[in-house]
Each structure stands twice: as C-alpha cells, then as structure tokens.
Nanobody, 134 residues
C-alpha cells in the first residue's frame, strides 16, 4: 500500500472542468500502476482511469472516455486527472492509488483498477470531493 495525497477537487456547474492531482511520495519502484477512482453517495467505489509508469499507457472507464484525461509526471510520482464536460453523475469523492505490484497487462486492460476498487476503506486516503451541479 503506497501513501498518496489527492488534491484539486471542488464544485462546478455541469459542462465545466476540474483538474485533480495525486502525488505518491512512497513509490520506490520504476514501474507501477497509478489510477483514479470515485465513489458517489450510496454507491460502490468504481474505477475511473489509470496509467502505467513508465510507458504511460492508459485505461479509461467507458463513462469518462473522451471527457477525462490522465497524465503523469514520472519524475515527481504524480498523476493528474483533467476532467472536462462534467456531468452531475460525475459527482463523488475521488481517490487515487498507486500499486507497485501491479502487472503491466492488468494496468493496460483496466482489470487492476476494477479489482482495486473493491478494496475496503483501509486502503484509501482522504480523497478529494468533486461536486457537479446541473
């Protein structure tokens, strides 16, 4: 379990944009999977998008394809999530995770994200709230 710190959430009207940032200061490996997740009130946590370091290959959930973009700054162990064309259903607490044991193929396919999303609350940090009003 790698410590992460999320930032950048806020409130925005539908159609607006927000940028989230996650830093993972505890990463020691040169290759790992890093991703964003979200949890709406009363719903299970779900995968949003992830990237594999260092090649940068990404995975996106169908619900955010074409609207969200992840980008990494390898030298700083940072993963950003640029969110555009936000919808009310994007509202939720957004979490970040980094996994040095993740296999590259699992990261590419998104299977890592979907499995990691099931981890209980002990594995997650504070998160950052995103609220989209319609």
């Amino acid at each position: 379990q790698v410590q992460v710190v999320e930032s950048g959430g806020g409130s925005v009207e539908a159609g607006g944009s927000l940028r989230l940032s996650c830093v993972a200061p505890g990463v020691t490996s040169s290759s790992y999977c890093m991703g964003w997740f979200r949890q709406a009130p009363g719903k299970q946590r779900e995968a949003v998008a992830n990237a594999y370091v260092p090649d940068g290959r990404t995975y996106y959930a169908d619900s955010v394809k074409g609207r969200f973009t992840v980008s990494q700054d390898n030298g700083k162990n940072t993963l950003s999530l640029q969110m555009t064309a936000l919808k009310s259903e994007d509202t939720g607490m957004y979490y970040c995770a980094a996994d040095q044991a993740a296999l590259a193929d699992d990261c590419y396919s998104g299977s890592w994200s979907h499995l990691y999303a099931l981890y209980d609350d002990d594995y997650w940090g504070q998160g950052t709230q995103v609220t989209v009003s319609s």
